[in-house]
């Protein structure tokens, strides 16, 4: 009888002798080897199945479940044997190494007592999973999105302590519903919300996605910066946190759109974080690597894509985004209080490299 569940790490999958077959044979059908699979190796499989927009079908969970426990790959389903190059999924480092302990979320009951918390991007992905922190350690959420629908679910999942707002940020108004919603209080700022670019280099940029880029991952933060701080100075006090990227920290992660805009943001935070400095309002950012998040990827650019590519094999792994709303939340906490100006890789290593 098989341990494997759909929770079960992908690693473990492709070491199951049937259920690895199904999954490189799949892989195989639409042209990859298993090495594609590298920076997802820790993740679950249901997890893979839900980021990969219908590439990994629902059904597949089911196969791969049937192969692991007869031992046997189910009739009708491509198979291919492990790749001459699979070793080089994981690193040789010359010593025997054990599979990384999986990461357990510890929730600090009451940390956000009393708070009110702004996140941004709350019904999806990173976003979410910071509100549900937020609100599982005692605060109060203003989760904006520009999906209704996530929103809704996102409360009926949370309760009360999640106050819905349907807004788009780049909209001039947005700011002045933000405060609404929040009762003129706002302790805390998460802007989590953004976009990616097709990974254009600049001879390829097209106007509207540099547009849309620009006013999503740069404006909207900053009409929410200068809305809600002139209340956290009256307070004594505040804490923001803007969500960046592996992209502000290096050429080579993403297009000249979004690579601009991270690079921006976080000017913006260290400019930010000096004005204030001694007013006790805090501002710093989290640069994540690759997150399990599904978020759209417009079609790549043809020139772009094939430079930035070539340089995505050094990612160290995929996190999950309750991993990186560990991170967002240390930052959003009292626990920050002597943190201003830092801008966290929260990335596996990969800035390092």
Not at 161 to 171: C, H, K
Not at 285 to 312: C, D, E, F, N, Q
């Amino acid at each position: 009888m098989s341990n494997l569940t759909p929770n079960s790490p992908l690693r473990d999958w492709l070491a199951d002798p049937a259920a690895g077959q199904v999954l490189r044979g799949l892989l195989a059908s639409q042209g990859q080897s298993e090495q594609a699979l590298a920076p997802a190796l820790g993740l679950p499989l249901e997890q893979l199945v839900k980021m990969s927009g219908g590439k990994f079908p629902p059904q597949l969970v089911d196969a791969l479940v049937t192969a692991a426990e007869t031992g046997r790959v189910p009739e009708g389903l491509p198979t291919a044997p492990p790749a001459d190059t699979a070793a080089a999924a994981e690193p040789d480092l010359g010593v025997e190494t054990g599979n990384p302990e999986p990461w357990t979320e510890q929730i600090t009951p009451g940390r956000f007592s009393r708070q009110t918390v702004v996140v941004t991007g709350a019904a999806s992905g990173i976003g979410k999973a910071v509100a549900s922190r937020i609100v599982r350690e005692g605060g109060r959420v203003i989760a904006v999105d520009v999906s209704p629908d996530g929103l809704a679910a996102l409360a009926a999942d949370l309760g009360e302590a999640v106050v819905p707002l349907t807004a788009d940020i780049t909209a001039p108004t947005s700011a002045d519903a933000v405060l609404a919603a929040a009762g003129g209080r706002v302790d805390a700022l998460a802007n989590v919300a953004g976009v990616m670019d097709n990974d254009a280099a600049v001879h390829e940029v097209d106007d509207t996605i540099w547009d849309r880029v620009m006013r999503i991952n740069v404006d909207g933060p900053m009409r929410l910066m200068r809305a809600v701080v002139p209340g956290m100075l009256a307070a004594g006090g505040g804490r923001i946190v803007n969500i960046v990227s592996e992209a502000a920290l290096r050429g080579s992660a993403a297009g000249a759109a979004y690579t601009t805009s991270k690079h921006a943001l976080v000017g913006l935070t260290k400019s930010s974080a000096y004005q204030y400095a001694g007013t006790g309002v805090q501002v710093n950012a989290v640069a994540p690597g690759a997150v399990a998040t599904g978020i759209h990827l417009p079609t790549a650019a043809p020139y772009g894509s094939a430079r930035t590519a070539k340089m995505r094999v050094a990612i160290p792994g995929l996190a999950m985004a309750e991993e990186l709303a560990a991170s967002i939340t240390f930052l959003l906490s009292k626990d920050a209080v002597n943190v201003n100006g830092a801008i966290l890789p929260s990335d596996g290593g990969w800035s390092a490299a």
